[in-house]
Nanobody, 126 residues
């Protein structure tokens, strides 16, 4: 079983930027479909973005489209989430998840992912 570790969270003002990292050990992340989810207090967990294995494509939730960018660095076995133009409603714990078999039609279902990180807190506030 592989391990995923997120980093890069913090407190930022509205309109600011953060880059989250999801570093893997014990698995080759390029072989996996990797997604970012977020969970805000009192709300259901929300799928944010996914990057397909072998860098074959990306998908975004409507709420972050045009502001967030997901990418990979295979030399570092890491997936990133660049978050720009942050809003207070982006405040949440962000977790990365990886799975070999999740499909485009169901990428947003957290139950399909076998490997999870512990999460990193993002707070957007003036």
């Amino acid at each position: 079983q592989g391990q995923l570790v997120e980093s890069g969270g913090g407190l930022v003002q509205p309109g600011g930027s953060l880059r989250l990292s999801c570093a893997a050990s014990g698995l080759t992340l390029d072989n996996y479909n990797v997604a970012w989810f977020r969970h805000a207090p009192g709300k259901a967990r929300e799928a944010v973005s996914c990057i397909w294995n072998n860098n074959s494509g990306t998908v975004y939730a409507d709420s972050v489209k045009g502001r967030f960018t997901i990418s990979r660095d295979n030399t570092k076995n890491t997936v990133y989430l660049q978050m720009n133009a942050l809003k207070p409603e982006d405040t949440a714990i962000y977790s990365c998840a990886a799975d070999l078999y999740v499909r485009y039609t169901s990428w947003f279902l957290s139950s399909l992912y076998d490997n999870w990180g512990q999460g990193t807190q993002v707070a957007v506030s003036a």
